[in-house]
């Protein structure tokens, strides 16, 4: 919607778009940072596409409002394509990023527990809590994924089960 602001000279009205703002979770960053739960580069990109979210969904979309691709996305941030193919699917194991597909579109997201575009509604929360249930019902071993504690706040962030870690080397030994 935007501002009005009147010429004094003049008394014309000039409508100016309203800023967009961006919300990191401090919070969470706090801790993630302390438990590098994040490589430097993988941090890189998160910072970069959080500059790309749809107000309201966390969607990384362009300036245009189009869903970003592979392709876009290392256009629009200057990260080579085939880096960003890696950090993407590496930030999508951690459940930083989300994808899903709506149509013909595959739609990426950002987990709203590390940035925030607007006022983001729940259902976006329950998908990234979804695909961390989906992703331990799937996993050969049980609690292979834990969700990661900021404080008292748990996040739909995965970290490796470091428990599971040990289990599985000490039957290899």
């Known amino acids: 919607m935007g501002r009005i602001i009147v010429d004094q000279a003049t008394g014309e009205g000039h409508h100016i778009k309203a800023e967009r703002f961006i919300k990191t979770m401090l919070e969470v960053w706090r801790y993630v940072n302390r438990k590098d739960i994040f490589t430097t580069a993988e941090e890189k990109t998160l910072h970069r596409l959080s500059m790309f979210l749809q107000i309201n969904t966390n969607a990384i979309v362009t300036p245009n409002g189009e869903y970003m691709s592979i392709e876009k996305m290392a256009e629009e941030t200057c990260i080579e394509r085939s880096h960003i193919r890696k950090v993407i699917k590496l930030l999508m194991k951690k459940n930083a990023l989300g994808m899903w597909k709506s149509g013909n579109y595959e739609?990426?997201?950002?987990?709203?527990?590390?940035?925030?575009?607007?006022?983001?509604?729940?259902?976006?929360?329950?998908?990234?809590?979804?695909?961390?249930?989906?992703?331990?019902?799937?996993?050969?071993?049980?609690?292979?994924?834990?969700?990661?504690?900021?404080?008292?706040?748990?996040?739909?962030?995965?970290?490796?089960?470091?428990?599971?870690?040990?289990?599985?080397?000490?039957?290899?030994?």
Not at 133 to 150: D, E
């Open 107 to 173: 739609i990426y997201y950002m987990n709203p527990f590390l940035y925030q575009m607007g006022v983001v509604k729940p259902y976006l929360f329950s998908l990234f809590d979804e695909e961390f249930h989906a992703r331990n019902r799937k996993a050969t071993k049980k609690n292979t994924w834990l969700q990661f504690k900021a404080g008292k706040k748990v996040t739909s962030i995965l970290i490796e089960n470091p428990k599971a870690k040990e289990k599985e080397e000490s039957k290899a030994v």
